[in-house]
């Protein structure tokens, strides 16, 4: 009887498919890093993907097989900047103790502290926005930024004041986002004077709930 061969079983399609998957998305990340240093250093007008191939050691044709033109990189570079540090300042809030206008304060002291994040908000806010008139996508992220971020002011507001109604909650919204942002863009120059401080800024946020 003739002996049968033993036949080994192919790997699972789904976990080589996987494994693709997870090594793509590490080499997206690390993309997406070099180029937000690159972004930081160079800023948008000397930006190229070419300057960011030799940064990360790749083959040009290699960098545009993830992102075939600079802009398709940079618009996922604000997206990722949008689904990790939109939500920062009232997920502050919400981890703050005390009342609503002390857990304001303090959400707002952590902001004005974290220079990380104010590095980041100072490089997407001005260079996205330049950005944002020639490119419809990036525009379209900033429209959606702003929208989560206009939302999320107007729920501060009814924390802090839950009488103010909801039209008027939207109109204070738009306001507290502006002064909000004013105020990290421009928190060094007026520091000097020793104006710009959360428990000031946080009193401003206040009165407009209470208006």
Do not use: W
Not at 36 to 42: G, I, S
Not at 66 to 90: C, K, M, N, Q, W
């Amino acid at each position: 009887m003739a002996e049968r061969k033993s036949v080994e079983s192919p790997a699972p399609r789904v976990r080589q498919g996987i494994t693709r998957q997870q090594k793509r998305a590490e080499t997206e990340a690390r993309i997406l890093d070099a180029a937000h240093l690159l972004l930081k250093e160079d800023r948008l007008a000397a930006f190229s993907l070419r300057g960011l191939a030799a940064r990360l050691d790749m083959r040009l044709s290699h960098l545009q097989h993830y992102y075939p033109h600079a802009s398709d990189l940079l618009a996922r570079l604000f997206e990722r900047f949008i689904e990790h540090d939109s939500g920062v300042f009232l997920q502050h809030f919400e981890e703050a103790s005390g009342p609503p206008e002390q857990k304001l304060q303090k959400a707002l002291a952590r902001l004005l502290e974290d220079e990380a994040y104010l590095d980041s908000c100072d490089l997407f806010m001005s260079e996205m926005a330049a950005l944002a008139r020639e490119d419809e996508r990036i525009a379209r992220s900033l429209e959606r930024y702003y929208a989560q971020y206009r939302k999320g002011a107007a729920d501060l507001l009814a924390r802090l004041n839950a009488d103010l109604p909801p039209k008027k909650r939207s109109e204070r919204a738009a306001l507290v986002v502006s002064l909000i942002e004013g105020a990290l863009h421009l928190r060094h120059p007026l520091a000097q004077g020793g104006g710009l401080n959360a428990k000031a800024l946080a009193g401003a946020i206040c009165a407009l709930a209470r208006m």
